[in-house]
């Protein structure tokens, strides 16, 4: 197998089309959006995933990239469109149905379809292979069929591509063993055969363990301020026993992973998905949570006209991406209320809903001052220097950088 089709040049289709291509496949990128393309081919693109630029530009350099707008003739076609979720929170399979529409002219004797776009588990079989068995080839034998899920943390994605573990769920162990292959040219990490349905639950599970027990340690910080307690030092301790490993509370959960993939659960199991679901109630009230703390500190200050200072609006540290940003959510709602906030984010290059102050702007004159990301930028700030410019004194900092120093 040669040459590749790749459909969707997201935040996965792009990196894996750029090592495919190091590996010596030529790869075909095909996306619908026609600037994006352009971009590409004149090798000028600047995308959130640090060193991903520098890697496109030199596959596309190479001749063994091809960004275009519709799909060819290839050995192995892998579909890594997004899977957003509707206003019922359950998956829109949109764009992977008219991916798999798209190849179908183009499929030949002996060719190879691999999803990777997270959906709930049970699409590879009932939604995908009905689609492709209109190409009247022989699905599981003249056209293998398979589900491989990324798990690449946005930010470090181009070295966890290669380093991760992969799961292979095959329509058959044939298709999962010929899809082996093609990951076998990249992947570093072990890589394990299962079936399509199986790979798709285990993807969701991931993420869906992720959320859950972020929202143990989001409701462990409200129960917390009920008994006044201090969140920080109680999960500190606890982590001190051996099996214990409380993740960290904050404003809430962003991305558009971990924040999405539980409910694609909920979808096929809502009887029985409660705590999955639970979770995701308690993550979504955090913004609203953080912004009541926020009233309720300026009321009991009794300041009248606060300026409230917010530092971060990215979904995570380290990272400019705002997809559900909790952060936001945040600065948002108390804009919403009629606060006067300003906002201050290293990572954030282009934000138009307003202006973005430097820190010291951001903090000069303020009465509140609310961590919402945990950058690392913010870490080093001793908060003592902070307030001597401020008006007021209150900080509230929802990530615990500076309170667990306390
Ligand atoms: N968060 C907390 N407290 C924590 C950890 C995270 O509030 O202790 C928040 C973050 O601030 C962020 C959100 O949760 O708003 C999600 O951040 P994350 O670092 O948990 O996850 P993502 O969305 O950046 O990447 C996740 C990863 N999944 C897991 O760690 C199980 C990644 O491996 C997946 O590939 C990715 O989702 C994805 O694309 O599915």
Redesign the pocket.
Known sequence: MKKVCLIGLG??GLPTSCILSGKGFKVVGVDTNQKLVEELNQVNIDPLEPGLAGLANSAIKSGNFIPKLSPEEADVFMICVPTPPTDENKADLTYVKDAAKSVLPYLRKGNLVILES?VPPGTTEEILKPILEKSRLKIGNELCLAYC???????NILK?LVE?NRIIGGINPESAELAKEIYQSFVEGEIYLTDATTAEMV?LV??S???V??AF??ELSRICDKLNLKIWEVIELANKHPRVSI?????????????V?PFFIVEKAPEEAKLIKTARSV?DSMPDYIVEKVERAVKEAEIKTPIIACFGIA???G?GDLR???ALKVVRRLREKGYTVRVCDPYIKYFTESPLFSLEETVQGADCLVLL??HKEFKKINPHELLKKMRGSLIIDT?GIWLSNE
Do not use: M, Q, W
């Open positions: 935040c996965i997270t899920p990324e798990r690449v943390l946005p930010g966890e991760n993807k991931e993420n363990f992720r959320d027990n972020i340690a989001n993740l960290k509370p904050g404003p809430g959960v962003g991305g558009h992973c971990v924040a993939d993550n979904y995570k540290a990272t559900g940003s909790p990301v945990d990530r």
